[in-house]
């Protein structure tokens, strides 16, 4: 995942033509340490998107904009449009991402 470190670069990613999947998370976060440990093999089960992170502390505005009140959490993106969005309450298991992406992407 590529890390974005600003909002000039978060809405130049999310205005592309290429559908974009992002992860909001946090330092401080258990929970995205945990998805952290299991999330790869899923990034390369779904290697046709670009993907990338986002620290919500550090592109504060990124999540507010977009309604993200938990994290982990994933979003999905295509020309500046916010297509789907897992809440962090349904991030919490390989499972339940994968199941998000299956029914968001196809």
Known sequence: MQKIQNMDRFKEIINGDNIAIVK???????????????VDPIVQKYNQYDWYVVNRDEVEEAAIENDVMGIPSIL???????????????????????????ESLG
Do not use: R, T, Y
């Open 24 to 38: 909001f998370e946090a330092s401080w976060c258990p929970d995205c340490k945990a998805m952290d440990m299991w």
């Open 76 to 102: 999905i993106f295509k020309n500046g449009e916010k297509l789907h969005h897992l809440h962090s309450a349904h991030a919490k298991s390989p499972e339940q991402v994968e199941s998000f992406l299956a």
